[in-house]
Nanobody
Framework: QVQLVESGGGSVQAGGSLRLSCVVS??????????MSWFRQAPGKEREGVAS????????NYADSVKGRFTISQDNAKNTVYLQMNSLRPEDTAMYYC????????????????????WGQGAQVTVDS
């Protein structure tokens, strides 16, 4: 059974920083040999892709709204993926989810939620103006 557990969420003032972590456990998913991504979902909105990293950093992608402010990285030894979020804005307020591709399902793109089969429970990020 694969588990993804996020941590590091919280409340911060606009302009501040937070770092989210996602620890992956269970069989079949290693961050260094997979597609890993961060998504977010604000109340009343669709879940959107924020950042993705493939096969140990071979491919990194960001949503336009976070380019230059967010950085995705991973630690293969800890089987953990991170999302460093700087210069946070109120519009970044959302529940943030870690996702892993897992198997060989249809590929819809790095930041398309349909590409990913494993999900964490989420970490709330609130940015106050």
């Amino acid at each position: 059974q694969v588990q993804l557990v996020e941590s590091g969420g919280g409340s911060v003032q606009a302009g501040g920083s937070l770092r989210l972590s996602c620890v992956v456990s269970g069989s079949g998913v290693t961050v260094g040999n997979n597609y890993m991504s961060w998504f977010r979902q604000a109340p009343g909105k669709e879940r959107e892709g924020v950042a993705s990293i493939a096969y140990g950093g071979y491919g990194v992608n960001y949503a336009d709204s976070v380019k230059g402010r967010f950085t995705i990285s991973q630690d293969n030894a800890k089987n953990t993926v991170y999302l460093q979020m700087n210069s946070l804005r109120p519009e970044d307020t959302a529940m943030y989810y870690c996702a892993a591709r897992g198997g060989d399902g249809t590929w819809y793109g790095f930041l398309d939620r349909r590409s990913y089969g494993y999900w964490g429970q989420g970490a709330q990020v609130t940015v106050d103006s």
